[in-house]
């Protein structure tokens, strides 16, 4: 079964909405982590709407499973990694007035600028994803570039609103994962994944990390945060039970 990240971005969202001290996501975490999650991932945006410096910070001295640091490709967030040193950085695309990431990174047309800042990421001890869409030339893309990892975008597979929708995007997912195993490439995934329809994207033997956010911090709302992870980990481990 493939890694869960928790991504503990919209407990920051809540505590920002008020600038107050609480919710505190390095709290999440560590509940996340007592309900089986394998990693934590934070989104550090240029314009800090959520996740804080110092709460990647803190972040870095209490996680006891993985830390994820997920970024945008600015000299900025470079030298913040480089001084932080998360267990992986995972570059994604970002705009200002999204509300969330929207898209893959365009590896193909960005690979001048992502190259030096990959290796530079390397060369500290960090290994690097690439946030893409799935993508057969993006997916030999990042290979060229030499990323560790790609982390397929699964938004078209949970946006689907058809079972022909689903099929297509589940289809896109399989033979881009397939061909990234094939280059050598770790294989990740994440976007808008749910309880509902986790099960098929985890029962992909190719897959070694699914990042999912707004459906366990949707959830801990309601049950608490240690409970949306095992209940998350359930539903990985009964769609992947189900292809077994």
């Known amino acids: 079964m493939p890694r869960l990240g928790v991504n503990i971005d919209h407990v920051a969202s809540v505590r920002q909405a008020r600038r107050a001290k609480q919710p505190d996501p390095v709290h999440a975490a560590v509940l996340a982590e007592m309900g089986?999650?394998?990693?934590?991932?934070?989104?550090?945006?240029?314009?800090?709407?959520?996740?804080?410096?110092?709460?990647?910070?803190?972040?870095?001295?209490?996680?006891?499973?993985?830390?994820?640091?997920?970024?945008?490709?600015?000299?900025?967030?470079?030298?913040?990694a480089l001084t932080v040193k998360p267990d992986q950085v995972t570059l994604v695309p970002e705009r200002r007035e999204e509300l969330t990431t929207e898209g893959g990174l365009d590896v193909v047309l960005n690979r001048t600028q992502i190259r030096p800042m990959l290796?530079?990421?390397?060369?500290?001890?960090?290994?690097?994803?690439?946030?893409v869409d799935p993508e057969l030339e993006q997916v030999k893309e990042a290979h060229k570039l030499d990323a560790h990892a790609v982390e397929l975008n699964t938004?078209?597979?949970?946006?689907?609103?058809?079972?022909?929708?689903?099929?297509?995007?589940?289809?896109?997912?399989?033979?881009?994962a397939r061909l990234a195993r094939k280059l050598g490439l770790a294989v990740h995934a994440g976007h808008g994944l749910d309880y509902l329809n986790v099960g098929e994207i985890a029962a992909m033997s190719e897959l070694?990390?699914?990042?999912?956010?707004?459906?366990?911090?949707?959830?801990?709302?309601?049950?608490?945060?240690?409970r949306a992870v095992r209940e998350m980990v359930e539903a990985m481990r009964a769609g992947r039970a189900s292809r077994v």
């Open 36 to 80: 089986g999650a394998d990693g934590i991932t934070v989104h550090l945006r240029g314009d800090r709407r959520h996740i804080q410096d110092r709460d990647v910070q803190v972040l870095r001295q209490t996680v006891r499973t993985r830390l994820n640091l997920e970024m945008a490709t600015t000299q900025e967030m470079t030298h913040l």
């Open 119 to 131: 290796k530079t990421l390397q060369d500290g001890g960090i290994e690097v994803s690439l946030f």
């Open 155 to 176: 938004a078209a597979w949970s946006d689907a609103a058809s079972p022909q929708a689903r099929e297509a995007a589940l289809r896109k997912l399989t033979d881009a």
């Open 208 to 226: 070694s990390e699914l990042n999912i956010g707004h459906a366990i911090v949707a959830r801990a709302v309601l049950v608490g945060m240690e």
